[in-house]
Protein backbone atom coordinates (compact mmCIF):
# COMPACT_ATOMS: atom_id res chain seq x y z
CA UNK A 1 0.00 0.00 0.00
CA UNK A 2 1.20 3.88 -0.86
CA UNK A 3 1.97 5.55 2.23
CA UNK A 4 -0.66 7.98 3.59
CA UNK A 5 -1.85 11.27 4.67
CA UNK A 6 -5.34 12.62 5.88
CA UNK A 7 -6.48 16.41 6.37
CA UNK A 8 -9.64 17.01 8.36
CA UNK A 9 -11.13 20.03 9.07
CA UNK A 10 -12.54 21.78 12.65
CA UNK A 11 -15.43 22.41 10.35
CA UNK A 12 -17.01 22.53 7.06
CA UNK A 13 -15.66 25.11 3.92
CA UNK A 14 -12.05 25.13 6.05
CA UNK A 15 -10.15 25.18 2.27
CA UNK A 16 -9.19 21.53 2.97
CA UNK A 17 -9.88 20.73 -0.59
CA UNK A 18 -7.68 23.71 -2.28
CA UNK A 19 -4.84 22.47 0.31
CA UNK A 20 -5.18 18.91 -0.70
CA UNK A 21 -4.69 19.64 -4.34
CA UNK A 22 -1.32 22.27 -3.34
CA UNK A 23 0.04 19.23 -1.90
CA UNK A 24 -0.97 17.02 -4.72
CA UNK A 25 1.24 19.09 -6.62
CA UNK A 26 3.70 20.01 -4.15
CA UNK A 27 4.15 16.02 -3.74
CA UNK A 28 3.94 15.42 -7.95
CA UNK A 29 6.85 18.37 -7.80
CA UNK A 30 9.28 16.37 -5.80
CA UNK A 31 9.03 13.09 -8.39
CA UNK A 32 6.39 11.09 -5.84
CA UNK A 33 3.58 9.30 -7.58
CA UNK A 34 0.84 11.00 -5.81
CA UNK A 35 -2.76 10.19 -5.50
CA UNK A 36 -6.11 12.05 -3.79
CA UNK A 37 -8.86 10.87 -2.30
CA UNK A 38 -11.67 11.42 -0.61
CA UNK A 39 -14.12 8.47 0.77
CA UNK A 40 -17.27 10.45 0.66
CA UNK A 41 -18.33 13.53 -0.69
CA UNK A 42 -21.21 15.69 -0.65
CA UNK A 43 -21.80 17.75 -3.85
CA UNK A 44 -23.89 18.39 -6.90
CA UNK A 45 -20.68 19.92 -8.56
CA UNK A 46 -19.87 16.63 -9.79
CA UNK A 47 -16.78 15.18 -12.42
CA UNK A 48 -17.07 11.99 -15.55
CA UNK A 49 -14.33 9.49 -14.43
CA UNK A 50 -12.99 6.49 -15.53
CA UNK A 51 -14.86 3.20 -14.64
CA UNK A 52 -12.16 0.65 -14.27
CA UNK A 53 -12.99 -2.31 -17.18
CA UNK A 54 -16.01 -0.03 -18.36
CA UNK A 55 -14.82 1.57 -21.86
CA UNK A 56 -18.70 2.50 -22.76
CA UNK A 57 -19.62 4.62 -19.71
CA UNK A 58 -18.07 7.12 -17.08
CA UNK A 59 -18.87 7.16 -13.58
CA UNK A 60 -19.31 10.34 -11.52
CA UNK A 61 -16.92 11.79 -8.65
CA UNK A 62 -16.80 15.02 -6.69
CA UNK A 63 -15.75 17.65 -8.86
CA UNK A 64 -12.66 18.46 -6.21
CA UNK A 65 -11.40 15.05 -6.43
CA UNK A 66 -11.18 15.39 -10.39
CA UNK A 67 -8.96 19.29 -9.60
CA UNK A 68 -6.92 17.00 -7.23
CA UNK A 69 -6.22 14.20 -9.86
CA UNK A 70 -5.08 17.51 -12.26
CA UNK A 71 -3.11 18.57 -9.57
CA UNK A 72 -1.24 15.22 -9.40
CA UNK A 73 -1.12 14.83 -13.27
CA UNK A 74 -3.25 11.75 -13.70
CA UNK A 75 -6.57 10.64 -14.70
CA UNK A 76 -9.64 10.71 -12.61
CA UNK A 77 -11.01 7.51 -11.34
CA UNK A 78 -14.14 6.82 -9.40
CA UNK A 79 -12.67 5.37 -6.82
CA UNK A 80 -10.98 8.46 -5.71
CA UNK A 81 -14.26 9.60 -4.12
CA UNK A 82 -16.42 6.25 -3.76
CA UNK A 83 -19.30 7.89 -2.18
CA UNK A 84 -20.31 11.16 -3.51
CA UNK A 85 -24.15 12.51 -2.09
CA UNK A 86 -25.73 14.69 -4.53
CA UNK A 87 -28.51 16.74 -2.58
CA UNK A 88 -31.54 16.85 -3.60
CA UNK A 89 -34.48 18.21 -1.30
CA UNK A 90 -33.53 19.73 1.84
CA UNK A 91 -33.58 16.24 4.03
CA UNK A 92 -32.73 13.58 1.14
CA UNK A 93 -29.68 13.02 -1.86
CA UNK A 94 -28.77 10.65 -4.73
CA UNK A 95 -25.85 8.02 -3.08
CA UNK A 96 -23.19 7.51 -6.08
CA UNK A 97 -21.69 4.77 -5.12
CA UNK A 98 -18.02 4.28 -7.40
CA UNK A 99 -19.51 5.92 -9.85
CA UNK A 100 -22.71 4.53 -9.83
CA UNK A 101 -26.04 5.76 -8.93
CA UNK A 102 -26.48 3.37 -5.91
CA UNK A 103 -30.14 4.95 -4.52
CA UNK A 104 -31.47 7.18 -2.74
CA UNK A 105 -31.86 8.29 0.63
CA UNK A 106 -33.35 11.05 3.40
CA UNK A 107 -30.17 11.72 5.82
CA UNK A 108 -31.60 9.65 8.67
CA UNK A 109 -32.06 6.54 6.84
CA UNK A 110 -28.38 7.20 4.93
CA UNK A 111 -26.56 6.80 8.41
CA UNK A 112 -28.14 3.48 8.57
CA UNK A 113 -26.33 2.66 5.14
CA UNK A 114 -22.99 3.76 5.96
CA UNK A 115 -22.00 0.76 7.64
CA UNK A 116 -22.40 -1.43 4.33
CA UNK A 117 -20.46 1.71 2.26
CA UNK A 118 -17.27 1.22 4.29
CA UNK A 119 -16.46 -1.98 2.48
CA UNK A 120 -16.96 0.15 -0.83
CA UNK A 121 -14.61 2.72 0.41
CA UNK A 122 -11.97 0.32 1.88
CA UNK A 123 -12.28 -0.97 -1.53
CA UNK A 124 -11.65 1.54 -3.45
CA UNK A 125 -8.55 3.03 -1.06
CA UNK A 126 -6.89 -0.47 -2.14
CA UNK A 127 -7.47 0.46 -5.89
CA UNK A 128 -6.43 4.57 -5.38
CA UNK A 129 -3.41 3.60 -3.33
CA UNK A 130 -2.09 0.82 -5.88
CA UNK A 131 1.36 1.91 -7.82
CA UNK A 132 1.18 4.82 -5.75
CA UNK A 133 3.87 6.37 -3.24
CA UNK A 134 1.54 8.68 -1.91
CA UNK A 135 -2.68 9.27 -1.17
CA UNK A 136 -3.08 12.60 0.44
CA UNK A 137 -7.09 12.03 1.89
CA UNK A 138 -9.57 15.00 2.41
CA UNK A 139 -11.96 14.23 5.06
CA UNK A 140 -15.66 15.75 4.55
CA UNK A 141 -17.23 17.98 7.82
CA UNK A 142 -15.68 17.72 10.70
CA UNK A 143 -14.55 14.75 13.30
CA UNK A 144 -15.60 16.80 16.33
CA UNK A 145 -19.83 15.66 15.08
CA UNK A 146 -19.32 13.24 17.26
CA UNK A 147 -23.52 12.01 17.29
CA UNK A 148 -22.32 10.78 14.01
CA UNK A 149 -19.05 8.92 14.93
CA UNK A 150 -20.06 5.31 15.32
CA UNK A 151 -21.15 5.17 11.51
CA UNK A 152 -18.60 7.17 10.50
CA UNK A 153 -17.05 6.24 6.82
CA UNK A 154 -15.68 10.09 5.97
CA UNK A 155 -13.43 11.32 9.21
CA UNK A 156 -11.92 9.60 12.01
CA UNK A 157 -14.14 6.43 10.80
CA UNK A 158 -12.11 6.02 7.68
CA UNK A 159 -8.74 6.95 9.68
CA UNK A 160 -8.56 4.44 12.29
CA UNK A 161 -9.87 1.86 10.01
CA UNK A 162 -7.43 2.54 7.20
CA UNK A 163 -4.74 3.66 9.63
CA UNK A 164 -4.14 7.09 8.36
CA UNK A 165 -2.09 10.01 10.13
CA UNK A 166 -4.56 12.76 10.32
CA UNK A 167 -3.34 16.47 10.02
CA UNK A 168 -5.92 18.74 11.72
CA UNK A 169 -7.22 21.92 9.25
CA UNK A 170 -8.34 25.28 11.22
CA UNK A 171 -9.78 28.49 9.50
CA UNK A 172 -9.07 31.55 10.80
CA UNK A 173 -10.59 33.82 8.53
CA UNK A 174 -14.11 32.84 10.14
CA UNK A 175 -13.32 33.18 13.67
CA UNK A 176 -12.80 31.25 16.98
CA UNK A 177 -10.05 29.05 15.72
CA UNK A 178 -8.21 28.29 18.62
CA UNK A 179 -11.51 27.17 20.10
CA UNK A 180 -12.23 25.05 17.01
CA UNK A 181 -8.86 23.30 17.41
CA UNK A 182 -8.66 23.26 21.39
CA UNK A 183 -12.06 21.91 21.57
CA UNK A 184 -11.57 19.22 18.57
CA UNK A 185 -9.20 17.86 20.41
CA UNK A 186 -11.27 18.24 24.25
CA UNK A 187 -14.07 16.29 22.70
CA UNK A 188 -13.06 13.37 20.67
CA UNK A 189 -12.28 9.82 22.37
CA UNK A 190 -8.72 8.61 22.86
CA UNK A 191 -8.41 6.54 19.83
CA UNK A 192 -9.23 9.12 17.54
CA UNK A 193 -7.20 11.95 19.06
CA UNK A 194 -3.74 9.78 18.86
CA UNK A 195 -4.55 9.98 15.36
CA UNK A 196 -4.06 13.63 14.71
CA UNK A 197 0.02 14.48 14.42
CA UNK A 198 -0.48 17.90 14.58
CA UNK A 199 -2.54 20.96 13.19
CA UNK A 200 -2.22 23.95 10.37
CA UNK A 201 -3.76 27.54 10.28
CA UNK A 202 -5.53 28.33 6.80
CA UNK A 203 -7.51 31.45 5.53
CA UNK A 204 -4.38 33.90 7.64
CA UNK A 205 -5.01 37.59 6.66
CA UNK A 206 -2.07 40.29 7.58
CA UNK A 207 1.09 40.10 9.78
CA UNK A 208 0.81 36.16 10.93
CA UNK A 209 3.31 37.15 14.04
CA UNK A 210 0.29 38.38 15.87
CA UNK A 211 -0.92 35.27 15.65
CA UNK A 212 2.10 33.59 17.97
CA UNK A 213 0.70 34.03 21.00
CA UNK A 214 -2.33 31.63 19.53
CA UNK A 215 -0.21 29.39 18.68
CA UNK A 216 1.29 28.91 22.03
CA UNK A 217 -2.06 28.93 23.25
CA UNK A 218 -3.09 26.09 20.76
CA UNK A 219 0.09 24.11 21.92
CA UNK A 220 -1.21 24.67 25.56
CA UNK A 221 -4.43 22.70 25.08
CA UNK A 222 -3.30 20.26 22.29
CA UNK A 223 -0.01 19.54 23.01
CA UNK A 224 -0.32 19.15 19.24
CA UNK A 225 2.36 20.21 16.92
CA UNK A 226 1.76 23.40 14.36
CA UNK A 227 2.77 22.35 10.58
CA UNK A 228 2.40 26.31 9.93
CA UNK A 229 -0.02 29.19 8.76
CA UNK A 230 -1.40 29.31 5.41
CA UNK A 231 -2.01 33.01 3.94
CA UNK A 232 -5.37 33.38 2.02
CA UNK A 233 -4.68 32.24 -1.01
CA UNK A 234 -5.74 34.51 -4.06
CA UNK A 235 -4.84 31.43 -6.31
CA UNK A 236 -7.62 29.50 -5.13
CA UNK A 237 -10.42 31.92 -6.81
CA UNK A 238 -8.85 30.82 -9.84
CA UNK A 239 -9.62 27.16 -9.39
CA UNK A 240 -13.08 25.15 -9.83
CA UNK A 241 -14.99 25.43 -6.50
CA UNK A 242 -16.80 22.09 -5.21
CA UNK A 243 -19.62 23.65 -3.17
CA UNK A 244 -22.29 26.13 -3.70
CA UNK A 245 -21.85 27.72 -0.30
CA UNK A 246 -19.12 29.90 -1.73
CA UNK A 247 -21.82 31.72 -4.41
CA UNK A 248 -23.23 33.24 -1.33
CA UNK A 249 -19.87 35.26 -1.03
CA UNK A 250 -19.05 35.79 -4.69
CA UNK A 251 -19.46 39.65 -5.34
CA UNK A 252 -20.18 41.03 -8.95
CA UNK A 253 -17.06 42.57 -9.15
CA UNK A 254 -15.89 45.68 -11.39
CA UNK A 255 -18.67 46.44 -14.17
CA UNK A 256 -17.08 45.20 -17.47
CA UNK A 257 -18.06 44.90 -21.26
CA UNK A 258 -20.68 41.87 -20.80
CA UNK A 259 -22.35 41.51 -17.80
CA UNK A 260 -23.49 37.55 -17.79
CA UNK A 261 -26.58 37.13 -15.12
CA UNK A 262 -27.43 33.73 -13.41
CA UNK A 263 -29.70 32.50 -11.22
CA UNK A 264 -28.73 30.79 -8.06
CA UNK A 265 -31.18 27.81 -8.11
CA UNK A 266 -31.85 25.95 -5.27
CA UNK A 267 -29.81 22.43 -6.41
CA UNK A 268 -27.84 24.63 -8.69
CA UNK A 269 -24.96 21.77 -10.17
CA UNK A 270 -21.78 22.19 -11.87
CA UNK A 271 -21.58 26.04 -12.03
CA UNK A 272 -18.38 25.85 -12.62
CA UNK A 273 -19.04 25.77 -16.48
CA UNK A 274 -18.89 29.65 -15.85
CA UNK A 275 -15.17 29.85 -14.39
CA UNK A 276 -13.75 30.21 -18.15
CA UNK A 277 -16.53 32.67 -18.46
CA UNK A 278 -15.35 34.92 -15.15
CA UNK A 279 -11.59 34.47 -16.46
CA UNK A 280 -12.24 36.87 -19.13
CA UNK A 281 -11.09 40.03 -18.54
CA UNK A 282 -14.28 41.81 -20.45
CA UNK A 283 -16.78 39.15 -18.48
CA UNK A 284 -18.48 40.04 -15.39
CA UNK A 285 -20.41 37.20 -14.16
CA UNK A 286 -23.27 37.75 -11.27
CA UNK A 287 -24.48 35.00 -9.47
CA UNK A 288 -27.90 36.40 -8.85
CA UNK A 289 -29.53 34.70 -5.35
CA UNK A 290 -33.37 34.11 -4.61
CA UNK A 291 -35.24 37.37 -3.89
CA UNK A 292 -33.16 39.89 -6.36
CA UNK A 293 -34.16 40.27 -9.48
CA UNK A 294 -32.19 38.94 -12.64
CA UNK A 295 -30.08 42.22 -14.06
CA UNK A 296 -31.82 44.76 -16.96
CA UNK A 297 -28.45 45.35 -18.14
CA UNK A 298 -26.77 42.00 -18.62
CA UNK A 299 -26.66 40.80 -22.20
CA UNK A 300 -25.99 37.14 -21.44
CA UNK A 301 -28.14 35.30 -18.86
CA UNK A 302 -26.91 31.10 -18.31
CA UNK A 303 -29.27 28.71 -16.41
CA UNK A 304 -27.06 26.64 -15.22
CA UNK A 305 -27.20 22.83 -14.55
CA UNK A 306 -29.82 21.37 -11.50
CA UNK A 307 -30.14 18.65 -9.82
CA UNK A 308 -33.41 18.45 -9.65
CA UNK A 309 -34.92 20.45 -13.01
CA UNK A 310 -38.66 20.44 -11.40
CA UNK A 311 -37.97 21.87 -8.34
CA UNK A 312 -35.76 24.38 -9.83
CA UNK A 313 -38.22 25.49 -12.27
CA UNK A 314 -40.80 25.81 -9.91
CA UNK A 315 -38.33 28.05 -7.66
CA UNK A 316 -37.43 29.72 -10.69
CA UNK A 317 -41.34 31.25 -11.39
CA UNK A 318 -41.73 31.97 -7.53
CA UNK A 319 -38.63 34.17 -7.63
CA UNK A 320 -39.96 36.00 -10.93
CA UNK A 321 -37.18 35.41 -12.51
CA UNK A 322 -39.46 33.89 -15.42
CA UNK A 323 -40.67 37.57 -15.94
CA UNK A 324 -37.02 38.94 -16.13
CA UNK A 325 -36.18 36.40 -18.65
CA UNK A 326 -38.90 37.61 -20.83
CA UNK A 327 -38.22 40.68 -20.21
CA UNK A 328 -34.28 40.25 -21.21
CA UNK A 329 -35.33 38.44 -24.72
CA UNK A 330 -37.74 41.41 -25.32
CA UNK A 331 -34.55 43.53 -25.23
CA UNK A 332 -32.58 41.35 -27.83
CA UNK A 333 -30.70 39.87 -24.89
CA UNK A 334 -29.08 36.15 -25.48
CA UNK A 335 -29.37 33.04 -22.94
CA UNK A 336 -27.74 29.49 -22.69
CA UNK A 337 -29.19 26.71 -21.19
CA UNK A 338 -27.02 24.38 -19.88
CA UNK A 339 -28.06 20.16 -19.05
CA UNK A 340 -31.40 21.37 -16.13
CA UNK A 341 -31.29 24.47 -17.43
CA UNK A 342 -31.93 23.43 -21.31
CA UNK A 343 -34.58 21.77 -20.24
CA UNK A 344 -36.31 24.66 -18.56
CA UNK A 345 -36.15 26.53 -21.46
CA UNK A 346 -38.53 24.44 -23.17
CA UNK A 347 -42.26 24.19 -22.66
CA UNK A 348 -42.82 21.41 -20.65
CA UNK A 349 -40.57 18.74 -18.45
CA UNK A 350 -42.70 15.29 -17.79
CA UNK A 351 -41.68 13.25 -15.25
CA UNK A 352 -43.36 10.60 -15.06
CA UNK A 353 -41.79 7.98 -12.99
CA UNK A 354 -41.72 10.38 -10.37
CA UNK A 355 -37.50 10.52 -10.49
CA UNK A 356 -37.35 13.71 -8.93
CA UNK A 357 -40.25 13.65 -6.78
CA UNK A 358 -43.98 14.15 -6.12
CA UNK A 359 -44.68 16.81 -9.27
CA UNK A 360 -44.65 15.00 -12.59
CA UNK A 361 -45.21 17.78 -14.54
CA UNK A 362 -44.06 21.73 -14.91
CA UNK A 363 -44.56 24.23 -17.60
CA UNK A 364 -41.24 25.25 -19.03
CA UNK A 365 -40.12 29.13 -20.04
CA UNK A 366 -41.21 28.40 -23.11
CA UNK A 367 -38.34 30.15 -24.94
CA UNK A 368 -37.64 26.78 -27.40
CA UNK A 369 -39.75 24.68 -28.92
CA UNK A 370 -38.75 21.20 -27.15
CA UNK A 371 -39.85 18.83 -24.61
CA UNK A 372 -38.11 16.84 -22.02
CA UNK A 373 -39.19 14.05 -20.48
CA UNK A 374 -37.06 12.38 -17.39
CA UNK A 375 -35.93 8.52 -17.62
CA UNK A 376 -34.64 6.27 -15.05
CA UNK A 377 -31.28 6.08 -17.34
CA UNK A 378 -28.92 8.47 -16.37
CA UNK A 379 -26.25 9.70 -19.07
CA UNK A 380 -22.27 9.48 -17.65
CA UNK A 381 -20.33 10.34 -20.37
CA UNK A 382 -17.04 12.43 -21.16
CA UNK A 383 -17.36 14.17 -24.64
CA UNK A 384 -15.61 15.36 -27.69
CA UNK A 385 -17.71 17.36 -29.62
CA UNK A 386 -17.76 20.42 -32.53
CA UNK A 387 -20.44 23.38 -32.01
CA UNK A 388 -23.01 23.67 -34.79
CA UNK A 389 -23.12 27.97 -35.22
CA UNK A 390 -19.06 28.00 -35.30
CA UNK A 391 -18.05 24.73 -36.37
CA UNK A 392 -15.36 24.49 -33.72
CA UNK A 393 -14.24 21.44 -31.40
CA UNK A 394 -16.08 21.42 -27.81
CA UNK A 395 -14.95 19.18 -25.45
CA UNK A 396 -16.86 18.41 -21.65
CA UNK A 397 -18.68 16.16 -20.09
CA UNK A 398 -22.33 14.70 -19.61
CA UNK A 399 -24.39 14.09 -16.43
CA UNK A 400 -28.28 14.07 -16.76
CA UNK A 401 -31.72 12.35 -17.13
CA UNK A 402 -34.05 12.73 -19.62
CA UNK A 403 -34.91 12.93 -23.17
CA UNK A 404 -35.56 16.18 -25.09
CA UNK A 405 -37.16 15.97 -28.65
CA UNK A 406 -39.29 19.12 -30.62
CA UNK A 407 -38.64 21.37 -33.35
CA UNK A 408 -36.23 23.27 -32.01
CA UNK A 409 -33.98 20.30 -31.58
CA UNK A 410 -33.97 20.38 -36.01
CA UNK A 411 -31.45 22.61 -35.03
CA UNK A 412 -28.89 21.57 -32.96
CA UNK A 413 -26.16 23.09 -31.05
CA UNK A 414 -23.59 20.72 -30.87
CA UNK A 415 -22.70 17.34 -32.63
CA UNK A 416 -21.37 14.92 -29.69
CA UNK A 417 -20.02 11.36 -31.38
CA UNK A 418 -21.97 11.99 -34.30
CA UNK A 419 -25.37 12.35 -32.48
CA UNK A 420 -27.09 15.95 -32.86
CA UNK A 421 -27.55 17.43 -28.98
CA UNK A 422 -29.36 20.73 -27.98
CA UNK A 423 -31.62 23.15 -29.32
CA UNK A 424 -31.21 26.82 -30.90
CA UNK A 425 -34.26 29.29 -31.41
CA UNK A 426 -35.23 30.48 -35.00
CA UNK A 427 -33.51 33.74 -34.35
CA UNK A 428 -30.19 32.32 -32.81
CA UNK A 429 -30.72 33.96 -29.61
CA UNK A 430 -31.55 31.16 -27.28
CA UNK A 431 -29.23 28.10 -27.00
CA UNK A 432 -29.47 24.94 -25.38
CA UNK A 433 -27.23 21.91 -24.71
CA UNK A 434 -26.96 18.91 -22.50
CA UNK A 435 -22.71 19.23 -22.35
CA UNK A 436 -20.99 20.99 -19.23
CA UNK A 437 -18.00 22.43 -20.32
CA UNK A 438 -18.32 23.75 -23.53
CA UNK A 439 -17.08 27.57 -22.31
CA UNK A 440 -13.91 25.85 -21.48
CA UNK A 441 -12.86 25.39 -25.41
CA UNK A 442 -11.20 28.75 -25.49
CA UNK A 443 -11.61 28.57 -29.69
CA UNK A 444 -15.78 28.31 -28.65
CA UNK A 445 -15.78 30.30 -26.10
CA UNK A 446 -13.93 33.49 -28.04
CA UNK A 447 -15.81 33.32 -30.75
CA UNK A 448 -19.25 33.05 -29.04
CA UNK A 449 -18.16 36.34 -27.40
CA UNK A 450 -17.57 37.83 -30.17
CA UNK A 451 -21.25 37.13 -31.86
CA UNK A 452 -21.94 39.48 -28.39
CA UNK A 453 -19.98 41.99 -29.75
CA UNK A 454 -17.30 41.29 -26.88
CA UNK A 455 -13.26 40.47 -27.84
CA UNK A 456 -12.56 36.97 -26.17
CA UNK A 457 -10.94 33.81 -26.26
CA UNK A 458 -7.22 35.26 -25.56
CA UNK A 459 -7.03 32.75 -22.33
CA UNK A 460 -5.97 29.51 -22.35
CA UNK A 461 -8.58 28.59 -19.39
CA UNK A 462 -6.86 25.05 -18.78
CA UNK A 463 -3.22 26.99 -18.90
CA UNK A 464 -4.88 28.77 -16.16
CA UNK A 465 -5.52 26.34 -13.73
CA UNK A 466 -2.25 24.63 -14.07
CA UNK A 467 -0.66 27.90 -13.04
CA UNK A 468 -2.79 28.25 -10.36
CA UNK A 469 -2.05 25.03 -8.67
CA UNK A 470 1.76 25.35 -9.41
CA UNK A 471 0.86 28.82 -6.99
CA UNK A 472 -0.71 27.45 -4.45
CA UNK A 473 1.87 24.70 -4.19
CA UNK A 474 4.44 27.10 -4.07
CA UNK A 475 2.65 28.58 -1.09
CA UNK A 476 2.28 25.71 0.69
CA UNK A 477 6.39 25.34 0.01
CA UNK A 478 6.11 28.85 1.72
CA UNK A 479 4.26 28.54 4.76
CA UNK A 480 4.05 25.15 5.64
CA UNK A 481 6.38 22.25 6.57
CA UNK A 482 5.68 19.81 3.48
CA UNK A 483 8.46 18.04 4.05
CA UNK A 484 7.07 17.43 7.51
CA UNK A 485 3.82 16.26 6.66
CA UNK A 486 4.83 14.39 3.60
CA UNK A 487 7.19 12.31 6.16
CA UNK A 488 4.62 11.43 8.76
CA UNK A 489 2.42 9.58 5.86
CA UNK A 490 2.34 5.63 6.96
Known sequence: MAKAIMLQGTGSDVGKTVLVAGLCRAARNRGLKVRPFKPQNMSNNAAVADIPGDNNHGGEIGRAQWLQAIACGVAPSVHMNPVLLKPQTDVGAQIIVQGKVFGEARARDYQALKGRLMDAVLDSWGEVGEGADLVIVEGAGSPAEINLRSRDIANMGFATRADVPVVLVGDIDRGGVIASVAGTHLILPEEDRCMIVGYLINKFRGDVSLFDDGLKAIEKFTGWRCFGVVPWLKAAARLPSEDSVVLERLASGEARALKVAVPMLGRIANFDDLDPLKAEPQVEVVFVPPGKKLPADAGLVVIPGSK????????????????????????????????????????????PNGIEGSVTDAEGLGLLDIETVMEPEKTVRNVSARSVPFDLPLEGYEIHLGCTTGPDTMRPSAIINGIEDGAISADGKVIGTYMHGLFGADGFRGKFLESLGIKGGGIDYRAEVERALDEVAAELENHLDCDAIFALAR
Request: net charge positive; aromatic share 6%; proline share 0%.
Open 308 to 351: STIGDLLKFRENGWDRDLAAHRKRGGHVVGICGGFQMLGRMVRD
